[in-house]
């Protein structure tokens, strides 16, 4: 079995998202960062927690902003650990890897994320609008409640000079739902029944149930299976 090459992480930045999601800047110890493409993850080993294999982490910053991210919802003993790291803290981890990326530079990209699952949409446009800024992006974010919507002002702000950006944030548990969000859970008409859909890629993120029933609805509406692309997450 081939061995994976464990890296020193330095954690240089930290930034809350919601009480619950950690933002890590993170350098290699020469303080560079490794190579990547957005919608690829780093694993992370704390063999001390008891999972000898490690956890998977998406990077959620594009190789164009000159930092390296990954953003992490505490739940259990690996993202708990994460998020209560402290500046100048170290950890090991791989080197990026992943296929949850598009090979194309033109096809609209349509992008659903549940719960934590944004984080490697935001590393997808940040670095589609740098380089390719007309292709167009749908983006379809859901949570449960609105502070764990994150991203949405930096996505918003975006959409504000890129009009090839389209955002649609839903929300299924809120109390005092934003009358901008959509109150309930994502649905099929509502990622196919939008402009320009054709020869679109759509990628799906979020956790384990959340990626079947999207990919099951997309494919039962005639959606290509080579045109879905997922990423399951073990957490919500
Ligand atoms: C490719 C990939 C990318 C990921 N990227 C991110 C990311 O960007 N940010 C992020 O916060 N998380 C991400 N995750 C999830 C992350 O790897 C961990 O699974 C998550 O942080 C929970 O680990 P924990 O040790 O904190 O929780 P744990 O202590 O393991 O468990 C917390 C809860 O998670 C659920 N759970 C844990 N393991 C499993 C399992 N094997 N099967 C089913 N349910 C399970 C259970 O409901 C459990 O109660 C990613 C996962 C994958 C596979």
Redesign the pocket.
């Known amino acids: 079995m081939k061995t994976e090459v464990k890296k020193i992480f330095i954690v240089k930045a930290k930034v809350e998202e919601s009480p619950t999601i950690t933002t890590l800047s993170l350098t290699l110890e020469d303080g560079s960062f490794p190579t990547y493409r957005p919608g690829q ?1 780093v694993t992370v080993y704390f063999p001390e ?1 008891g999972t000898p294999e490690g ?4 990077i ?1 910053s594009a190789p164009s902003e000159n930092i390296f991210t ?4 505490a ?6 650990k994460l998020c209560s790291m402290n500046l100048g803290d170290s950890f090991e981890a791989s080197l990026p890897y ?1 296929y949850f990326f598009s090979e194309s530079e033109e096809s609209p990209l349509v992008l659903v994320a549940g719960g ?1 699952g944004v ?1 490697p949409f935001r590393a997808m446009i940040m670095e589609t609008i740098k380089h390719f800024p007309s292709r167009k992006i749908v983006l379809l974010q859901s949570s449960k409640t609105a502070e764990d919507l994150i991203f949405k002002k930096e996505f918003n702000a975006l959409a504000l000079t890129n009009s090839h950006l389209k955002l649609f944030f839903f929300v299924t548990r809120e109390q005092n739902p934003d009358p901008a969000d959509v109150n309930r859970r994502i649905e099929i008409g509502d990622i196919l029944g939008k402009k320009d859909q054709k020869d679109s890629e759509f990628f799906i993120c979020g956790s ?1 149930p959340f990626v079947r029933d999207i990919w099951k609805g997309l494919r039962d509406k005639g959606v290509l299976e080579e045109n879905i692309c997922t ?5 919500h």
């Open positions: 993850f927690l956890k998977a982490y998406s959620s990954i953003t992490v919802k739940i259990g003993l690996f993202s708990n992943g934590i984080t384990i990423e399951a997450f073990f957490s």
